[in-house]
């Protein structure tokens, strides 16, 4: 294989940015056509006048971009100020200010491109999809910025106020979640085989091989507060009483949902979420979700994140959608206190060397799942037991690193997002491997993951040089020089 002809580690982030498309280019102005909603029609107009223009200064045959128009792929037109918002949404979510028009506009082109034959191959998103979508990005803002006031939000966003914020999001993500379901379809079937990925990493120069950060295997010890009895009896006792208010007098549960439900991620939809069997949610819920019929409330049950109950909206074959409520019991300053003592007490044992780490996880860990195993971790995203410390929360990251293997942490207060739970821990270094070279034998899975990008994104490269054939694309003028544009045209 020539130099130049061999793929970069490195530089595989940077094209399945480019070919999969921006996560953050989620401020662009991109419409769909969906008839079924208030935005369709809307979108719709702007499409067809827009394209009218198009043709009606269309001499000699051909077609000229009107102002304000950057561009046209399919059923979709790219607006100049597409491009500017995204440029202002990469600086603000993501941070990046240095991204320059032309790999903004092939992002979004790339995304039009996904979006416009995701429609044509009857791939579809649901409106409660899309709307659980924006509510998790309000959400996000609303921790960023530290507030619960919705004006706020609209401000941020550079909107008169949070509907219209809701309405633009809502746009956006449609047809960013379409174009990930036409990514997903063409990517699907790509498997890659063991010489395949040795094929991969040999092909490097050595000097070209990349360094990995310093990973950690870890053990930890979780200790949660608990609430008292009589603040658990108080949840209960209300959502009994939504429950019966629903059931004997007609009362509407979404509304409840949305007036007293603790779940910020689905309150304003009225406590709605779509499931099937291996769904990721905790096996209480399923539990409840799959014993009941359609139209049933259950009783008050209690899962990790507090006490809820559930009504079964529709079933519909092995989908199910459901509303709930939940409830998280108030605890006190004394039983936080009571928590923090209870690890802090373990962790001398531990220390003194009057109990193993691993036993004193089995006794008193609240991370059920870990707790069997010794308290180790394993890393969702790899299913090993390594984690790059670059990876972690800032405040377990700022203790890794000054921990060798064997070394037990001092206590690490964490609190979630929401900032009514809190809990405490105390983690073990088994293993610390510090930053290094790719090394096949140690790294395989890793370049593993990597040679699998890279037969994805040739995947996508020759189904976007087919689709390119038979789709129409038009690029104003400004972007004439980009020659990251030139396979576009």
Known sequence: MMPNQVIKLKQISSWMLLLVGFAFAKAGTVQTTQDSTEYAAIDEKIKKETLAALDSVRPQQKRFLIDGVSGVIGDYVILSSDITQAKEQAKRQAGISDLSSCELMQSLLAEKMYAHHAIQD???????????????????????????DEQKIAEFYKKDNIQQVREALNRVNRD????????????????????EVRQFFYDIPEDQRPLFNTEVEMARIVVTPKPEQAEIDLVINKLKEYRADVLDNGADFSVKATLYSDDTGTERQGGVLTLKRNSPFVKEFKDQAFSLQEGEISEPFET?????ILYVESVKGQVRDVRHILLEPFISTAQKNAAREKLEKMRDKI???????????????????SAENGGRIINP?????????????????????FLEKGDVSGIIEETDPTGRRTSFKIIKIIDKIPDHKANYSQDYLKIKDLA??????????????????????????????????????
């Not at 990790?304 to 809820?308: A, E």
Request: contains cysteine.
């Open 304 to 308: 990790m994140f507090g006490w809820h």
């Open 122 to 148: 009857s791939i579809t998103i649901s409106d409660r999809e899309i709307e659980g979508s924006t509510e998790q990005q309000i959400d996000y803002f609303k921790n960023v910025l530290k507030t619960q």
């Open 351 to 369: 220390i003194l060397g009057d109990i193993s780490f691993e036993d004193a996880a089995a006794e008193i860990s609240d991370d059920e799942r």
């Open 176 to 195: 960013q979640l379409l174009a990930q379901r036409m990514q997903q379809r063409i990517t699907e079937q790509v498997e890659i085989t063991p010489e």
């Open 452 to 489: 699998l990008k890279d037969k994805q994104v040739k995947a996508i490269q020759e189904w976007r040089a087919e689709k390119i054939k038979d789709t129409y694309v038009k690029i104003g003028e400004e972007f004439k020089e980009c020659e990251i544009l030139d396979g576009w045209n």
């Open 381 to 401: 995203n790899t299913g090993t037991a390594r984690v790059e410390v670059t990876r972690l929360e800032s405040d377990m990251a700022s203790q890794v690193q």
